[in-house]
């Protein structure tokens, strides 16, 4: 079956504690992207990743690495995690098109989230 | 980053009536998307209509784009109570990449 996987779905933690929350895909998509969901605010992108060893800032990257070591895993890294960064947190992946040199996401397939709680 | 803006936020109906939410935007795209969310679970791609269409046609979801008014519409014919979710529109950009960018949602629900 075609997925996208996140683990862990819960996590609690406290200031400070590096944590880090992985994302797997089964579809040999090119594109992967995390983000993060608030109320209110939409889903904002903190990273994305273009193919392996390819990865680049969104909107709200600061306080966040990853990592695209191999084509199917982007891990999300939290070094220091802070109260700010408490979230729904969302994988996702899709193939990517090409047209006149410029790149396109086709439809994006999400993972089931991770709801992060920092104290 | 240029961001969809939704409208209604809201939308409050009854089963078996048709839901429209429109969607517009400020810059070109390459294609704009439709998802849906259940409360707190993943989004579920709707529909994608690329910026040369002007319509695409899904089961109940009809999905119209225009590009001279930079606007789009998701309509849901013959509402069910599990139509109730949030519904986002993603706008893929022209850009070097290839991110799409998600609006914040619209909540619909449709009351039995």
């Known amino acids: 079956e075609a997925q996208v996987t996140q683990n862990p779905r819960y996590l609690i933690t406290v200031t400070g504690k590096k944590l880090t929350v992985t994302c797997s895909q089964n579809m040999n998509h090119e594109y992967m992207s995390w983000y993060r969901q608030d109320p209110g605010l939409g889903l904002r992108q903190i990273y994305y990743s273009m193919n392996v060893e390819v990865t680049d800032k969104g909107d709200v990257p600061e306080g966040y690495k990853v990592s695209r070591k191999e084509k199917r895993n982007f891990p999300l890294i939290l070094e220091s995690p802070s109260p700010n960064q408490t979230s729904l947190y969302f994988c996702?992946?899709?193939?990517?098109?090409?047209?006149?040199?410029?790149?396109?996401?086709?439809?994006?397939?999400f993972g089931p989230g991770t709801r992060l709680t920092v104290t | 980053s240029q961001q969809g803006e939704e409208d209604p936020q809201a939308l409050s109906i009854q089963e078996g009536e048709n839901a429209t939410m429109n969607c517009s935007y400020k810059?070109?795209?390459?294609?704009l998307q439709w998802y849906r969310q259940n409360s707190g679970r993943g989004l579920v791609h709707l529909i994608l209509?690329?910026?040369?269409?002007r319509e695409k046609h899904s089961g109940r979801l009809r999905v119209t784009l225009d590009t001279s008014k930079k606007s789009s519409s998701l309509l849901i014919t013959a509402s069910r109570a599990a139509d109730t979710a949030s519904y986002f529109c993603a706008l893929g950009g022209t850009g070097a990449n290839s991110k799409l960018t998600f609006g914040k949602g619209i909540t619909l629900s449709v009351r039995p």
């Open positions: 209509i690329r910026s040369n269409e």
């Open positions: 810059t070109s795209i390459n294609n």
């Open positions: 996702a992946s899709s193939l990517q098109g090409a047209s006149m040199g410029r790149l396109f996401s086709y439809e994006q397939y």
